[in-house]
């Protein structure tokens, strides 16, 4: 089991605080460090000093740290022209080595849109197959050729399909709670499908749904790499649960419910169902991002655990 970390900087960050966190996840040998792609903060916390950019960050942090990936948990498809983060997110891939992983979602959150004037179209998830397309097609196009596209919501006109990403192919992450659009983009663009903030029941029956896709796409279902992201809360007693809880504005007891919390030994257990389901990779949704020693706990008593 894949251990990540997952962080939400709109609910209020630094640029220093994400680099010390990442550079806690390569120490401590977790896999990759990810973030959300969000402009305003949500929830009663003043999210100060306000919002860090996910690729401005992601560039950072490739020339910062050595060995783990790096990627977002969702770009928000509303944000950026499809050609135009196909030459950011490959750009951030050469700077880091080739350690880059695209989540491209749809957009929700449609305040931060009015906050920013950012268009918040309805028509989001058609966008978003055309999206997938001209980024992956793009980075697909062989060197010496262009690249053409002619959709309802983009078009593309002789495009030297540039710049290359540093690896041969960079991972595509889709994921969300859709029974039917969602499994199908997954199938056909997909190397990694997410399922964020599920139970292990719905988590079983969206894989099922993405697996029966992929084949009939023509895929074999373990094509694809199954992950969850759920938020984390680990102690070494209740005690120690309850207060990190509390750092965060949530309920240990809820918690333990919806999320990952709890002593290593149940956290252990809880990551055991979610692996007899499918999941082969968890991202840890850290929300205290100041509380380096719960990373620590974590990799000593969690993740120390599972290899």
Known sequence: MDLRIFTEPQQGATYDTLLTVAKATEDLGFDAFFRSDHYLRMGSVDGLPGPTDAWITLAGLARETKRIRLGTLMTAGTFRLPGVLAIQVAQV????????????????????????????????????????????????????????????????????????????????????HGATRTPRLAAKYADEFNMPFASIEDSERQFGRVRAAAEEAGRSG?????????????????????????????EADELKLNGLAGSPAEVVDKIGRYAEIGAS???????????????????????????
Not at 284 to 294: I, P, R, T
Request: aromatic share 8%.
């Open 222 to 250: 373990d094509d694809l790499t199954y992950s969850n992201a759920l938020v984390v809360c680990v102690g070494r007693d209740e005690k120690e649960v309850a207060r990190r809880a509390a750092a965060i504005g949530r």
């Open 281 to 307: 990779r968890i991202y840890l949704q850290v929300l205290d991002l100041d509380d380096l020693d719960h990373l620590e706990l974590i990799s000593s008593q969690v993740q120390s655990q599972l290899s």
């Open 93 to 176: 891939d050469q700077m880091s080595g080739g350690r880059v992983e695209l989540g491209l979602g749809a957009g929700w959150f449609e305040e931060e849109h009015k906050a920013y004037g950012i268009p918040f179209p309805k028509e989001k998830l058609a966008r978003l197959e055309e999206q997938l397309e001209i980024v992956t097609g793009l980075w697909a196009t062989e060197l010496g050729k262009t690249y053409d596209f002619h959709g309802t919501y983009y078009d593309l006109t002789a495009s030297p399909a540039l710049p290359k990403p540093a690896q041969a192919k960079i991972p595509v992450l889709v994921g969300g």
